[in-house]
């Protein structure tokens, strides 16, 4: 209390809400990749992790999309005479040769897919310029990951060109290093591609990944894989003077690129453009469920599984898969390494359906909503309770410590995140003398507050039961 010495009227406060816990973002992803440029006015954003708003300011600091080089576009007739248009990329130079394939550089595309799927806030760490060579170096991600670990709001992590660039041991490497760091600072979480080989079955890709990927039960838990590619609505960016056209039409005379079509016959020119403007790109789904998850958690929250959600901007996954396949994508005796599979249902659309981290044997860390929500809470109350570091370490204190965690638990319990009829039976909070804490620790400066929580569970398996009921009378 005041002390005063003059004569008079005096007016005091006395506080008597507890502090309030102050709930931190939970889908801020943060996307590590190459980059068209990265700058922002006169300052080099190389490696330097940037919050963007929308896919504007993305191309406004980091540049649009890489301008595919080896697209061709054969004309041909058919049995009645009519124009035939094939878009494709350009076959190899003599028989036997692979195709070529586009372009490993797809941030811009990854960021279109994050937003058309409800994403909001976002971090991009450009690790250097893309180039034609499309090479990407895990050392230069890396670094990418390594600069991230100073920013404390990004809350998901992904490499959207780690499996298009990267063999299956280094790619496998960079998602071990991201889940380090996730359990490391324990409030962000890792998103993995699952490389779609087409050489080889869905579970030969998934032993793959699998036995590349490692991390203890601890890291494991910081992450999910999902599978397969996921075929988009969008259409791959090219110059008119890199799309070559071969005309094989009887007396066709429109070969060259597709600039000089269009001064020679506007009619196949608008035709090939309607052609080029439907030759969609297949994208890894990491970007795309990170969308996912943005939206789930504003409109539902992070306690809400982010499955049995359709997918925008899709025609579908690159790869049908059933539910044989899925088995043993879900559920992973030996590894316990979970797959949340993409599948394309009748009348549903494309859905996401899985929500298993990649610790999916273990019962108290295999659901991916269980895990974020932790995420959420833990780094919530922990932000919250900065501001008792040194104050008095007695009943007074630890009353307030209680109410603040308290009240921010009854509240996640009536929106729905808790189970339990009652608080009580939801959540509790312990701390004090002979509770959490002895007398020496209060010595030492020590102050343990425990907490516990039951989170709702999404239902993965429903099981109806019918039998025949005997007749009666």
Same mark, same amino acid.
């Given at each position: 209390m005041a002390t005063y010495n003059t004569p008079g009227v005096y007016i005091e406060e006395i506080a008597l809400f507890p502090p309030s816990v102050a709930q931190v973002e939970t889908a801020i992803p943060a996307f590590i990749g190459y980059t068209q440029k990265a700058k922002k006015e006169n300052d080099d954003l190389t490696l330097k992790p940037t919050r963007i708003m929308s896919l504007v300011e993305y191309v406004q600091y980091f540049g649009g999309p890489q301008d595919e080089k080896d697209i061709e576009v054969d004309l041909s007739q058919d049995s009645g005479g009519r124009t035939v248009i094939e878009v494709k990329f350009k076959s190899g130079a003599n028989p036997g040769d692979p195709s070529k394939k586009p372009s490993n550089h797809v941030m811009y595309y990854a960021l279109q897919m994050f937003f058309a799927n409800g994403g909001g806030p976002c971090y991009i760490v450009s690790v250097g310029a893309t180039s034609d060579a499309g090479t990407i170096d895990k050392a230069k991600l890396k670094l990418g990951l390594d600069v991230l670990k100073t920013e404390d709001e990004p809350t998901l992590i992904l490499f959207p060109e780690a499996i298009l660039g990267l063999d299956d041991a280094n790619h496998a490497g960079l998602i071990s290093d991201a889940l380090k760091q996730c359990k490391e600072l324990k409030d962000r979480f890792t998103i993995a591609d699952v490389k779609v080989d087409t050489s080889k079955s869905i579970a030969d890709n998934a032993k793959v990944f699998r036995d590349n990927v490692s991390g203890t039960l601890d890291e494991l838990k910081y992450g999910a894989a999902y599978y397969p590619n996921i075929r988009t609505t969008f259409p791959y960016s090219c110059k008119e003077t890199d799309v070559k056209v071969t005309d094989g039409r009887t007396g066709g005379a429109l070969s060259g690129t597709l600039d000089a079509v269009?001064?020679?016959?506007? &009619?196949?020119?608008?035709?090939?453009?309607?052609?080029?403007?439907?030759?969609?790109? &297949?994208?890894?789904?990491?970007?795309?469920? %990170?969308?996912?998850?943005?939206?789930?958690?504003?409109?539902?929250?992070?306690?809400? %599984?982010?499955?049995n959600i359709p997918v925008s901007n899709v025609v579908g996954p690159d790869v049908k898969v059933t539910d044989a396949d899925q088995d043993g994508l879900n559920i992973d005796t030996t590894a316990g390494k979970s797959i949340n599979v993409i599948r394309a249902f009748t009348g549903k659309g494309t859905l996401v359906w899985g929500a298993r981290t990649l610790a999916g044997n273990d019962n108290e860390w295999r659901y991916v909503p269980v895990r974020r929500f932790f995420n959420m809470v833990e780094e919530s109350i922990k932000k919250a309770t900065y501001q008792f570091v040194f104050e008095p370490n007695d009943a007074n204190t630890w009353v307030k410590v209680r109410a603040m965690i308290e009240n921010y638990l009854t509240i996640l319990w009536r929106q729905g995140a808790l189970t339990g009829s009652k608080p009580e039976q939801a959540f509790y909070v312990k701390v004090g003398l002979n509770q959490t804490m002895t007398a020496q620790d209060i010595l030492d400066g020590y102050m343990y507050v425990e907490i516990g929580m039951a989170v709702v569970r999404p239902a993965e398996f429903i099981v109806l039961k019918f039998s025949h009921k005997m007749q009666e009378g």
């Open positions: 269009a001064t020679a016959d506007n &009619t196949i020119y608008n035709q090939i453009k309607n052609k080029l403007n439907s030759f969609y790109l &297949t994208l890894p789904p990491g970007s795309t469920i %990170a969308g996912i998850y943005a939206s789930v958690d504003r409109d539902r929250g992070v306690w809400k %599984a982010p499955a």
